[in-house]
Antibody, heavy 123, light 107 residues
Framework: EVQLVESGGGLVQPGGSLRLSCAASEFTFSSYWMHWVRQAPGKGLVWVSRVNGDGSSTNYADSVKGRFTISRDNTKNTLYLQMNSLRAEDTAVYYC????????????????WGRGTLVTVSS | DIQMTQSPSSLSASVGDRVTITCRASQSISSYLNWYQQKPGKAPKLLIY???SLQSGVPSRFSGSGSGTDFTLTISSLEPEDFATYYC?????????FGLGTNLDIK
């Protein structure tokens, strides 16, 4: 089955670190840009970061720049998000998502999402 | 960064109603606009991409239109399973910003 499965969430103290993983199955993982999107409790979706297919290009939301690092291991079909210097406002469900492009670049969209992993930053 | 503004933020409607949700981009994004549906405790689900293309498996009562800065998502006749939160997202540039969402609930 084509799917994404996140793991690595949990409770961490402010200032701590956590690494999230997103395991991809049944598709050519290296062919796709991958993204992290988060959702704080009761709030909307917020884009966090993205990485291109070979891992050579990354982007971050201003709110996490310098603290989070996105990476991927295409031999393991796995996406990562290393989160350092965590703050209470980083508390959220973190989703990984695949970006699909069906032809013209205007068709870019997130067609496959994981179920999410909850990160709680609290003392 | 491109800002996405959705309206209304919440909407009450009845089964069978026709509903329209709007999304406005802070600059022109051509047709780089996607719509997602999210139900409580679930991951978002793609409904419409490239402003008006229906994702495979999505019922035809969902449709999207618009280009440039103004877009709409229309549900032609609400079904019970359509009560959810809807988000627009631009894919014109990074960051891939989302609107704040429209919560559609039962009147």
């Amino acid at each position: 089955e084509v799917q994404l499965v996140e793991s690595g969430g949990g409770l961490v103290q402010p200032g701590g670190s956590l690494r999230l993983s997103c395991a991809a199955s049944e598709f050519t993982f290296s062919s796709y840009w991958m993204h992290w999107v988060r959702q704080a409790p009761g709030k909307g979706l917020v884009w966090v970061s993205r990485v291109n297919g070979d891992g050579s290009s990354t982007n971050y939301a201003d709110s996490v720049k310098g603290r989070f690092t996105i990476s991927r291991d295409n031999t393991k079909n796995t996406l990562y998000l290393q989160m350092n210097s965590l703050r209470a406002e980083d508390t959220a469900v973190y989703y990984c998502a695949r970006e699909m492009q069906t032809g013209d670049v205007s068709t870019r969209h997130f067609d496959l999402w994981g179920r999410g992993t909850l990160v709680t930053v609290s003392s | 960064d491109i800002q996405m503004t959705q309206s209304p933020s919440s909407l009450s409607a009845s089964v069978g109603d026709r509903v329209t949700i709007t999304c406005r981009a802070s600059q022109s994004i051509s047709s780089y606009l996607n719509w997602y549906q999210q139900k409580p405790g679930k991951a978002p689900k793609l409904l419409i991409y490239a402003a008006s293309s229906l994702q495979s498996g999505v019922p035809s009562r969902f449709s999207g239109s618009g280009s440039g800065t103004d877009f709409t998502l229309t549900i032609s006749s609400l079904e019970p399973e359509d009560f959810a939160t809807y988000y627009c997202q631009q894919s014109y540039s990074t960051p891939r910003t989302f609107g704040l969402g429209t919560n559609l609930d039962i009147k």
